[in-house]
């Protein structure tokens, strides 16, 4: 993205507070001590808040032309300070910071020298990654600042309020509610328990429907698909899983949750037989567990059903979650023209995690503005379905004749081993 293009994506009536604390993660202690560097430290305190993110109305008490007059002379003075002090790092966090916060009122000239100077610091400061993170989020690149900020949660371990109010606004432009509703809880701890901005977080919230094991549900609202090259990733919030397969492997998602299952079937690519070609049917079976009843109880309860009649203990199957439980079947009750049947049963289970969701959800870009428009475009953050609560009992099976079972074990490996359990 050039400066003179803005490309400003923010979820519609979503702004940030205006009590900001970015500025004070720079360490003065570390900055020169030149009179210039100082007064523009000391000019932004008051106003770093109120450039947190691009405002399409104004809300602020100082006039917002005035605000951004002197993001523009601060910055000015921290680059001219720069030259004189090139090695200074706290100098070019600041200075990357301040090119952010201008550029958020409209000054576009600074989005280069932001992303330069935040850039150059990113793999060694937290604190530079972030900044970088939110900048890249409130411009073009939703996914990439949002992957930014999840790298830095990944690698330190303690993180002040700011940063993760900032987390919890990128996430919830990149469809990311469970990621953005623990952030607001960790951004109100780190604040000594009180809310960092009620507004949006009651939005955050609010975009995380709740579920109940006897309502229904259309495979429209269980289950959506995200095309990646070539292959698909199938992921429903509601029955807390996903899973990828290649992008042209036929899939049927039940056609609808009532009382609880869940269901998801695909078809392997056809291998040879020694009749004709034959397509092995991989499927993933849910349902809530009864109260009281073990994962072993459940498998059991299923293989006491005469299609699985003779099933054995297998080993060797990849677990997506901790325990799992595994059966084969061979058989010569059916698909005797192909050498008779050879079935593979997974048993595992889940519990309901804390922030439902979380483990199913990655940065989504945002549809693509009007590139005819030199303005902001505004998103209202989709809704998604909580997890049906409670423990939640799966079976993963593979069901192939004997002349496929080699190469479709194959393909049911692969499927298991891109499983993703939303669980404890």
């Given at each position: 993205?050039?400066?003179?293009?803005?490309?400003?994506?923010?979820?519609?009536?979503?702004t940030?507070?205006?009590?900001?604390?970015?500025?004070?993660?720079?360490?003065?202690?570390q900055?020169?001590?030149?009179?210039?560097?100082?007064?523009?430290?000391?000019?932004?305190?008051?106003?770093?808040?109120?450039?947190?993110?691009?405002?399409?109305g104004?809300?602020?008490?100082?006039?917002r032309?005035?605000?951004?007059?002197?993001?523009?002379?601060?910055?000015?003075?921290?680059?001219?300070?720069?030259?004189?002090?090139?090695?200074?790092?706290?100098?070019?966090?600041?200075?990357?910071?301040?090119a952010?916060?201008?550029?958020?009122?409209?000054l576009?000239e600074?989005?280069?020298?932001?992303?330069?100077?935040l850039?150059?610091?990113?793999?060694?400061?937290?604190?530079?990654?972030?900044?970088?993170?939110?900048?890249?989020?409130?411009?073009?690149?939703?996914?990439?600042?949002?992957?930014?900020?999840?790298?830095?949660?990944?690698?330190?371990?303690k993180?002040?309020?700011?940063?993760?109010?900032?987390?919890?606004?990128?996430?919830?432009?990149?469809?990311?509610?469970?990621?953005?509703?623990?952030?607001?809880?960790?951004?109100?701890?780190?604040?000594?328990?009180?809310?960092?901005?009620?507004?949006?977080e009651?939005?955050?919230?609010?975009?995380?429907?709740?579920?109940?094991?006897?309502?229904?549900?259309?495979?429209?609202?269980?289950w959506?698909?995200?095309?990646?090259?070539?292959?698909?990733?199938?992921?429903?919030?509601l029955?807390?899983?996903?899973?990828?397969?290649p992008?042209?492997?036929?899939?049927?998602i039940g056609?609808?949750?009532?009382?609880?299952p869940?269901?998801?079937?695909?078809?392997?690519?056809?291998?040879?037989?020694?009749?004709?070609?034959?397509?092995?049917?991989?499927?993933?079976?849910?349902?809530p567990?009864?109260?009281?009843?073990?994962?072993?109880?459940f498998?059991?309860?299923?293989?006491?059903?005469p299609?699985?009649?003779?099933?054995?203990?297998?080993?060797?199957?990849?677990?997506?979650?901790?325990?799992?439980?595994?059966?084969?079947?061979?058989?010569?009750?059916?698909?005797?023209?192909q050498?008779?049947?050879?079935?593979?049963?997974l048993?595992?289970?889940?519990?309901?995690?804390?922030?439902?969701?979380?483990?199913?959800e990655?940065?989504?870009?945002?549809?693509?503005?009007d590139?005819?428009?030199?303005?902001?475009?505004?998103?209202?953050?989709?809704?998604?379905?909580?997890?049906?609560?409670?423990?939640?009992?799966?079976?993963?099976?593979?069901?192939?004749?004997?002349?496929?079972?080699?190469p479709?074990?194959?393909?049911?490996?692969?499927?298991?081993?891109?499983?993703?359990?939303?669980?404890?």
């Open positions: 993205m050039s400066s003179a293009h803005r490309f400003t994506l923010v979820v519609a009536i979503l940030g507070s205006a009590v900001s604390a970015q500025i004070r993660q720079i360490d003065r202690t900055l020169p001590t030149d009179n210039a560097v100082q007064v523009a430290y000391d000019d932004l305190l008051p106003i770093n808040g109120y450039a947190r993110t691009y405002e399409s104004w809300r602020f008490p100082v006039p032309d005035q605000v951004a007059n002197r993001l523009k002379v601060d910055l000015l003075a921290l680059q001219s300070a720069q030259r004189s002090h090139p090695q200074n790092v706290e100098l070019q966090l600041l200075t990357g910071l301040t952010h916060l201008a550029y958020n009122l409209d576009q600074a989005y280069n020298p932001a992303m330069k100077l850039g150059a610091l990113a793999a060694n400061d937290y604190r530079a990654a972030w900044f970088l993170g939110i900048h890249r989020c409130q411009s073009n690149d939703t996914v990439g600042g949002m992957n930014q900020l999840l790298g830095v949660e990944a690698s330190t371990q993180l002040p309020s700011d940063f993760w109010q900032d987390y919890a606004n990128c996430a919830s432009v990149t469809f990311m509610p469970a990621h953005a509703v623990r952030a607001y809880d960790l951004a109100d701890a780190a604040n000594n328990g009180q809310p960092v901005d009620s507004a949006l009651r939005i955050a919230r609010n975009a995380i429907k709740p579920s109940a094991n006897t309502g229904t549900y259309t495979d429209k609202q269980a959506s698909e995200i095309q990646a090259g070539k292959t698909a990733r199938f992921t429903s919030t029955c807390g899983i996903s899973f990828e397969i992008s042209d492997d036929a899939v049927q056609s609808k949750i009532e009382n609880g869940c269901y998801a079937g695909v078809e392997t690519p056809r291998y040879k037989t020694r009749t004709k070609p034959s397509s092995a049917t991989m499927s993933l079976h849910s349902d567990a009864p109260p009281g009843e073990s994962l072993a109880s498998a059991q309860s299923y293989l006491d059903k299609d699985f009649a003779g099933a054995k203990i297998a080993t060797g199957l990849p677990c997506p979650t901790q325990d799992c439980v595994a059966y084969e079947l061979i058989t010569n009750n059916i698909y005797y023209l050498g008779g049947a050879h079935a593979l049963l048993f595992f289970a889940s519990d309901q995690p804390q922030y439902p969701g979380l483990k199913l990655s940065p989504t870009a945002l549809p693509k503005a590139p005819k428009s030199s303005g902001p475009t505004f998103y209202r953050p989709k809704e998604t379905l909580q997890r049906l609560p409670g423990i939640r009992f799966f079976v993963a099976i593979l069901d192939a004749n004997a002349d496929i079972y080699t479709s074990r194959t393909d049911f490996n692969a499927f298991l081993r891109s499983i993703v359990v939303d669980s404890k």
